[in-house]
């Protein structure tokens, strides 16, 4: 009798999901960071500090919209 692998198959691919999404967690994080130390650091150029949070939040909103996307398809 040969025994089934895909219990084990799903929870690596399962694993290898969530350290992604923790990694876009972190740099969409970072980046959002960044616009505040951005801001506080260089009071004259608030363009630095705009462009750190938009990236920040495209970051984030990446996971939401994905997710919604799938879910309106099935």
């Given at each position: ?32 960071l960044n616009a505040y130390l951005a801001d506080f650091l260089q009071r004259g150029n ?29």
């Amino acid at each position: 009798m040969q025994a089934c692998c895909h219990g084990d198959h799903a929870g690596e691919e399962g694993r290898r999901n969530q350290v992604i999404r923790v990694t876009w967690l972190f740099a969409g994080t970072a980046f959002i960071l960044n616009a505040y130390l951005a801001d506080f650091l260089q009071r004259g150029n608030p363009l630095v500090a705009d462009l750190s949070a938009a990236a920040g939040a495209v970051i984030l909103s990446i996971p939401i919209f994905w997710s919604a996307i799938k879910d309106v398809l099935r």
